[in-house]
């Protein structure tokens, strides 16, 4: 019984669940049911909470999403918050939301032993960002047997957290992609 908790993720408030700003206005959901599943399930489920307590977002809005930090060092990414934004992504195109890839080259890349490449992380080989309204993004961190994500929805005008969403999965699912990229 206990595996079988341990194996479980649950979806935590953060504050009163989700709260979101539109104009001015605060409107606060209900605080919905826990729920369990993989990494991919919860982060889409975070995904469709943050957008509905954003009603400034439209279909229309220009999103950008950002990999997510490490608490630790919010300069440092890994393959889980590089994963974690890519599943963002796809939930938001899944869902008809206007989101830019930040990684687009202007140029293929292509390497003989590598294949044909489109994403970068070279500030010098990506394509400038077009006009963006909102920003999700969001930080992790391990602590014990469990690994804590928390994805937020900012403003780009002024700053201001729009909505967020906190879920927590096993360290043990997650385990081999928490280390900082290049070691």
């Known amino acids: 019984m206990h595996h079988i908790l ?10 009163s669940m989700i ?13 919905p049911e826990y729920i369990t599943g993989d990494l991919g399930t ?12 954003t009603p400034a977002i439209t279909k229309n809005t220009p999103l950008v ?26 939930r938001l195109v899944q869902d008809g939301y206007s989101t830019s890839e930040l990684r687009t080259r202007t140029t293929i890349a292509l390497r003989k032993d590598g294949g044909e490449f489109m994403l970068a992380r070279d ?5 400038p960002p077009k006009s ?11 602590a014990g047997e469990k690994v804590y994500i928390s994805l937020k929805c900012i ?6 957290i729009l909505a ?3 879920y927590v999965v096993p360290h043990a699912n997650v385990v081999d992609l928490l280390s900082p990229r290049g070691s």
């Open 65 to 90: 999403v950002t990999s997510l930090s490490d608490i630790q060092n919010l300069d440092q990414s890994s393959a889980l918050g590089n994963l974690v934004a890519d599943m963002i992504r796809s």
């Open 19 to 31: 709260t979101g700003c539109a104009s001015g206005n605060t409107a606060t959901l209900h605080r």
């Open 42 to 53: 919860l982060t889409y489920h975070a995904v469709d909470l943050v957008v509905a307590a």
């Open 132 to 142: 963006v309204a909102a920003v999700l993004t969001g930080s992790f961190t391990a």
């Open 164 to 166: 967020g969403v906190d």
């Open 123 to 127: 500030s010098d080989k990506i394509l």
């Open 155 to 160: 403003s780009v005008s002024d700053g201001h």
């Open 6 to 15: 341990r194996s479980l993720a649950f979806i935590l408030p953060l504050g």
